[in-house]
T-cell receptor, first 113, second 113 residues
Framework: GNSVTQMEGPVTLSEEAFLTINCTYT??????LFWYVQYPGEGLQLLLK?????DKGSNKGFEATYRKETTSFHLEKGSVQVSDSAVYFC????????????FGTGTRLTVIP | EPEVTQTPSHQVTQMGQEVILRCVPI?????FYWYRQILGQKVEFLVS????????KSEIFDDQFSVERPDGSNFTLKIRSTKLEDSAMYFC???????????FGQGTRLTVV
């Protein structure tokens, strides 16, 4: 079946620290991969995406590379800010067939000044 | 920027009561979805809706649940007789095409007491 495994949280970092949140997936075919972010009191927002192997998605200083060989899509940011404090969700959707997202459990990030 | 809106943001209901969660998807989107997240667990797919009918549903979406698009703008999720285990955050989402990234509302937190 299709599933996403995401690094357990919570993660607490100091401002300007390097961030990595690990995400691996299992899929029966060819998925597109996403990172969604949920800021306090808000809905899920698409942060970045990658639709095929070796694609790099990037947005707001965050990056993730679609690695087919390791079935991974790790989220990274070189220097986090307090405003990055949120819950981050890794997700996949198959490019054909079942038209629904499969999510990881979410990782809560807190950045302290 | 167009967005998905959900009402109410929080609803408390007694076990056995019916609830209706409301969503206004993005206006030119054609595919509509409900997901839920029980506290501490993954975001789970419930149902997708296209062309005025259910296109896919998960095993969670049993006879207690129904969806409707009563007019050109609203998309509703009804739970006929709520149970304690229905307590969760419910997210509505919409897309313009299948198997693409979804745009989410801010969620409705349902508490069944």
């Amino acid at each position: 079946g299709n599933s996403v495994t995401q690094m357990e949280g919570p993660v607490t970092l100091s401002e300007e620290a390097f961030l990595t949140i690990n995400c691996t997936y299992t899929a029966t075919g060819y998925p597109s991969l996403f990172w969604y972010v949920q800021y306090p009191g808000e809905g899920l927002q698409l942060l970045l995406k990658a639709t095929k192997a070796d694609d790099k998605g990037s947005n707001k200083g965050f990056e993730a590379t679609y690695r087919k060989e390791t079935t991974s899509f790790h989220l990274e940011k070189g220097s986090v800010q307090v405003s990055d404090s949120a819950v981050y969700f890794c997700a996949l959707i198959m490019t054909t067939g079942a038209n629904n997202l499969f999510f990881g459990t979410g990782t809560r990030l807190t950045v302290i000044p | 920027e167009p967005e998905v809106t959900q009402t109410p943001s929080h609803q408390v209901t007694q076990m056995g009561q019916e609830v209706i969660l409301r969503c206004v998807p993005i206006s030119n989107h054609l595919y509509f979805y409900w997901y839920r997240q029980i506290l501490g667990q993954k975001v789970e797919f419930l149902v997708s809706f296209y062309n005025n009918e259910i296109s896919e549903k998960s095993e969670i979406f049993d006879d207690q649940f129904s969806v409707e698009r009563p007019d050109g703008s609203n998309f509703t999720l009804k739970i006929r007789s709520t149970k304690l285990e229905d307590s969760a955050m419910y997210f509505c989402a919409s897309t313009w095409a299948p198997n693409t990234e979804a745009f989410f509302g801010q969620g409705t937190r349902l508490t069944v007491v």
